[in-house]
């Protein structure tokens, strides 16, 4: 049943990585930091050839 086209997956899900910050990397937050940007890097794929629209990020853990 799984070779019906119905159930084949020819796509893979939406993968992402964040690079920077490390994992349980502490970003300090006081006066002079909230003054700065921090930039953010990573990659995100979305399989299929379709190019990413977006990427959300949350600080709340």
């Known amino acids: 049943w799984w070779y019906k086209p119905e159930y084949i997956i020819n796509?893979?899900?939406i993968?992402?990585?964040i690079t920077t910050p490390c994992h349980e990397e502490i970003l300090p937050i006081n006066a002079?930091?909230?003054q700065r940007p921090y930039t953010l890097r990573g990659y995100a794929y979305s399989g299929g050839g379709k190019k990413v629209s977006r990427v959300?990020?949350?600080l709340d853990g």
């Open 15 to 17: 993968n992402s990585v």
């Open 32 to 34: 002079w930091t909230t």
């Open 11 to 13: 796509e893979l899900n």
């Open 56 to 58: 959300e990020v949350t």
